[in-house]
């Protein structure tokens, strides 16, 4: 999917944002294309671009944990993928921290390492990401929100612009969907 925003008289840059699944209604009408339409200015793009570790909709991470996924999902959604990075001048990696157990989990920790080397191959070794993690935009605003006190800024934007940065693909995790620690007092 592209979401093209007008620039005239600009060279038009695609970014494609990888994020975990499609949502249930359609992405256009989501908080998440809303924070990926901030980020753009931010990449140097005018396009957006999305794509899914998996192309399987789910309401939420729990519904999508118990999903039967199958050889042909994967290879369909491995094309999207391919199709987008191609067609990418910069990429954001955005499907998210939390982590997915059971077999779907492990198939989209294969998805991510997937995705890494494509991305390598591509040449495109460095990649974008919220403070280092690919952190999904339906989190961006709680994360850099004024009350986190995380990150200074008059807006959203200001604030994006202090965490979403440019990383070497190879540094992220080999585990994308780590453990979240609790800690107790």
Known sequence: MTAPVAVAGVDQRTLCAILLNPPLRPAVETISHRNLLAALPLTGCTKLRLANLI?????????LASLVV??????RS????????????????????GRITGVVGKLLKEQAAWVRAHVDNRGLSKV????????????WRQFV?????????????????KVLTIHKSSTLPEQPFPRRSLVTE
């Open 55 to 63: 192309d399987l909709q789910s309401k939420d991470q729990t519904q």
């Open 70 to 75: 199958t050889e042909p999902d994967l290879e």
């Open 78 to 97: 491995r094309q999207q993928l391919s199709v987008a990075i191609e067609g990418a001048d910069e990429i954001l990696f955005a499907w998210g921290a």
């Open 128 to 139: 974008w990401m919220v403070a280092g993690t690919p952190r999904h935009p339906s989190r």
């Open 145 to 161: 929100g004024p009350e986190k006190g995380r990150v200074e800024g008059r807006s959203f934007e200001e604030r994006l612009a």
